[in-house]
């Protein structure tokens, strides 16, 4: 039993460091810069931005409709957004 456990461990542990493999590169803008331009360009919410695949990516509130979107990591424009499904 104490085998077993520490297999399932070191499953949680391998899992967890994936859901945390993408960070923000050294020249990219801030978090919370990124929010504020976001906000700045017409959403009223930011509920979630991070890191993933070389972008800043969140989830927020726009004209009443809760939406996905992509910001450029330098600049934090956004580059693309949709309604979440």
Do not use: C
Request: glycine share 8%.
């Amino acid at each position: 039993m104490n085998k077993l456990a520490s297999v399932a461990f070191a499953v949680v542990l391998s899992v967890g460091s994936l859901a945390r493999a993408d960070q923000p590169g050294p020249d990219w803008m801030p978090a919370q810069q990124v929010i504020e331009r976001v906000l700045k360009s017409g959403y009223t919410q930011v509920s979630k931005l991070e890191a993933d695949d070389g972008r800043w990516e969140g989830e927020g509130i726009k004209n009443s409709q809760k939406m996905d979107f992509h910001a450029d990591p330098k600049t934090g424009e956004i580059t693309s957004e949709k309604l979440d499904d």
